[in-house]
């Protein structure tokens, strides 16, 4: 009983940390994106003003 206990805890946590990791790449994904469109869209500055970034590094 003991080791069929164990095997089914393994599969749920196998299967939990599989939809946890697809997850975070889908997230990690849409952040992408949205970085990349920060360089691509950003506001514009008034002439002879310097540009201002979007981040604050």
Do not use: D, K, N, Q
């Not at 939809?19 to 506001?43: C, K, M, R, Y």
Request: glycine share 8%.
């Amino acid at each position: 009983m003991v080791p069929l206990l164990l095997v089914l805890i393994l599969a749920v946590l196998l299967f939990g940390a599989g939809f946890a990791l697809e997850a975070l790449w889908w997230i990690a994904a849409i952040v992408l994106v949205l970085w990349l469109l920060g360089f691509v869209i950003h506001p514009t500055a008034a002439p002879g003003a310097r540009r201002s970034r979007w981040y604050r590094w």
